[in-house]
């Protein structure tokens, strides 16, 4: 069945704030389901969507769809008022999704958040009138004008949509550079002059602007246990918001005196507010907060739901207060660290050996709550990012409210599911 987003949870669904009620109530909804297991309860997939929207001040949002990976909830978001389009992470990705197929429509509006030497795909696009008209390249650079010049030549092609990336890093004068490495596209004066090289290229169609800034979106200001760490965090984001406002206002302004942008996107789900209050900005890209993986718990200002989820058996029981998990190395992406581990969730009370933590064949956990686990227990766990987790099962087991209880309705899959692994 499709997924309805469109109302948000009565009160009495928001079991999630409350622990000891909310984890059980899903380990009984998937009593007769073997772990390993994935769940996305959907009050708190309502809860996500509609609260994203109230953060982004009517500002639209595009999907971030690597932070999902599911094509039933990219479906079930975009049928939202206030939800537009999809920034992809990789052209055949977005090939597929401006494709459509097995019941879920066409996407018309992808853009494909990083830039591609896919040759086959790029071919694909250039070949296909639809596909060109509902797909958007990114770009930063003349040299990948070049690559797709070389892949297929103007006058043989459809003209490919372009989008341009400004790098929306802070270049400190203390700190040195703060953010990711992306676009090479620092000053406006840059911006404008691969800006012109597309305009005045054939074959191409410069439509849009990006930049996203990591470090304001992507790095949580309110760090557990280390407040001088958050206030400094909280210290770089605000200077950086000045910088960053200033200067894309600059770019994009710059851009758009010789370039008829249809879109200027921006930020993610850690910097809803900020982005959407950039008048250089039109949309803001978003995907993380609904899921809500444990990466947003260490956020000051917003803390989303936990709507998916994952659940391991305990299969062995090493010693008195340990017991083992089968699987749970589901490690996210980004800098090796405790952050990037799988959270245990429930029962609470647990711990991972600090000398093995998750590993890919077990997880042993250890506390006074592993001694009373038995063998056939499950133990919830949350991933630290969002669309990682859809890499590890085939499907979500959707879990409503049905005559007040918790209970699986449906399962969907995920891209894994469909047999798509696209990076």
């Not at 994952?310 to 029981?317: D, E, H, I, K, M």
């Not at 980004?334 to 009370?349: H, I, K, L, N, Y």
Request: glycine share 10%.
């Amino acid at each position: 069945m499709p997924i309805d987003l469109s109302t948000r949870p009565a009160p009495a669904e928001r079991t999630w704030t409350t622990p000891d009620v909310f984890w059980p109530s899903l380990s009984a909804a998937t009593a007769r389901l073997d772990p390993a297991l994935a769940v996305l309860h959907l009050p708190a997939l309502r809860h996500n969507t509609h609260d994203m929207l109230r953060r982004a001040g009517g500002k639209p949002i595009r999907v971030a769809s690597k932070s999902v990976r599911v094509r039933s909830v990219l479906d079930a978001v975009l049928a939202l008022p206030g939800y537009h389009g999809v920034l992809a992470y990789t052209l055949p990705e977005a090939l597929w999704l401006a494709e459509g197929s097995d019941g879920h429509p066409p996407i018309e509006d992808v853009v494909v958040g990083y830039p591609t030497a896919d040759r086959g795909a790029i071919a694909r696009l250039a070949a296909s009138p639809e596909l060109a008209a509902r797909v958007t390249l990114m770009v930063d650079s003349v040299a990948q004008l070049d690559f797709i010049d070389a892949v297929v030549a103007p006058d043989a092609r459809e003209r490919i949509r372009l989008c341009l990336e400004l790098d929306s890093s802070w270049n400190s004068p203390v700190l040195g550079h703060i953010g990711v490495w992306r676009s090479p596209l620092y000053a406006p004066e840059a911006v404008r002059a691969v800006a012109e090289a597309i305009v005045q290229r054939p074959g191409f169609a410069l439509v849009g602007m990006m930049g996203y800034e990591a470090q304001i979106a992507g790095q949580g200001d309110n760090p557990p246990g280390r407040p001088a760490w958050g206030a400094t965090l909280r210290w770089v984001q605000k200077n950086s918001k000045a910088e960053l406002a200033d200067r894309r206002a600059h770019a994009v302004a710059s851009v758009r005196e010789i370039a008829d942008l249809e879109f200027v996107n921006g930020g993610g789900t850690g910097s809803l507010e900020f982005t959407a209050s950039d008048d250089s900005v039109t949309e803001i890209a978003a995907g993380s907060g609904l899921f809500g993986g444990h990466l947003f718990d260490t956020y000051k200002s917003f803390r989303p739901a936990p709507a998916a989820s994952f659940a391991l058996s305990v299969v062995r029981r090493p010693a008195p207060e340990t017991a083992t998990l089968l699987g749970g190395g589901w490690i996210a992406s980004g800098p090796p660290g405790a952050d990037r581990m799988p959270q245990v969730a429930w029962p609470t009370g647990l711990s991972m050996v600090e000398r093995e933590m998750a590993g890919e064949v077990q997880t042993p956990l250890t506390g006074a709550a592993a001694g009373v686990l038995r063998v056939g227990d499950r133990v919830w766990l949350r991933h630290t990012k969002s669309g990682e987790l859809s890499e590890h099962v085939d499907v979500f087991h959707l879990v409503d409210t049905v005559d007040g209880r918790a209970a699986v309705v449906d399962a969907v899959p995920s891209y894994r599911g469909e047999g798509k692994v696209f990076l």
